[in-house]
T-cell receptor, first 110, second 112 residues
Framework: GNSVTQMEGPVTLSEEAFLTINCTYT??????LFWYVQYPGEGLQLLLK?????DKGSNKGFEATYRKETTSFHLEKGSVQVSDSAVYFC?????????FGAGTTVTVRA | NAGVTQTPKFQVLKTGQSMTLQCAQD?????MYWYRQDPGMGLRLIYY???????DKGEVPNGYNVSRLNKREFSLRLESAAPSQTSVYFC???????????FGPGTRLLVL
């Protein structure tokens, strides 16, 4: 079946620090991969996606590369801001459904 | 363009009561989904509807029923609420071609 494992949190960083959240997956076939972000009190919104191996998704300074050989899709940002404080979810799309990781809570301090 | 809307935003129920969570989307999407979000468990799929007139069970369907009323609306019903159903419920929709889901703001449900 499909499953997503992501780095446990919570993660606390200072402003301008480098952020990495690890994500690995198990799936049949070649799923599309996603990172969603959830700000406090809101629903999830798409942050970035990649649909095939070696694709790089990017948005708002965040990046993630689809690595088929390591079945990974790690999220990175070079310099975080307080406004990046949120819960981040890695997900894969397969069989017309999304499967989510458990989520990683990120807090950025000024 | 409101996207995905959900009602109510917050609800308190007593054990054994019933209620229906409403969801509507105005993006002309074929597929709609209901998830629950619990701490440390991510989002788990309850039911989904790949197209108007069809519904299928997800990962955690027990205790829930759904109705795809038309292309826009997809409701989730709890027939006899239990404390284990205390959660935040999210509705989502997507265009299958895009493979991108759009989420509503959520309903916080507390079952006492």
């Amino acid at each position: 079946g499909n499953s997503v494992t992501q780095m446990e949190g919570p993660v606390t960083l200072s402003e301008e620090a480098f952020l990495t959240i690890n994500c690995t997956y198990t799936a049949t076939g070649y799923p599309s991969l996603f990172w969603y972000v959830q700000y406090p009190g809101e629903g999830l919104q798409l942050l970035l996606k990649a649909t095939k191996a070696d694709d790089k998704g990017s948005n708002k300074g965040f990046e993630a590369t689809y690595r088929k050989e390591t079945t990974s899709f790690h999220l990175e940002k070079g310099s975080v801001q307080v406004s990046d404080s949120a819960v981040y979810f890695c997900a894969l799309w397969n069989d017309y459904k999304l499967s989510f990781g458990a989520g990683t809570t990120v807090t950025v301090r000024a | 363009n409101a996207g995905v809307t959900q009602t109510p935003k917050f609800q308190v129920l007593k054990t054994g009561q019933s209620m229906t969570l409403q969801c509507a989307q105005d993006m002309n999407h074929n597929s709609m989904y209901w998830y629950r979000q619990d701490p440390g468990m991510g989002l788990r799929l309850i039911y989904y509807s790949a197209s108007e007139g069809t519904t299928d069970k997800g990962e955690v369907p027990n205790g829930y029923n759904v109705s795809r009323l038309n292309k826009r609306e997809f409701s989730l019903r709890l027939e006899s609420a239990a404390p284990s159903q205390t959660s935040v419920y999210f509705c989502a929709s997507n265009d299958r071609v895009q493979e991108t889901q759009y989420f509503g703001p959520g309903t916080r449900l507390l079952v006492l």
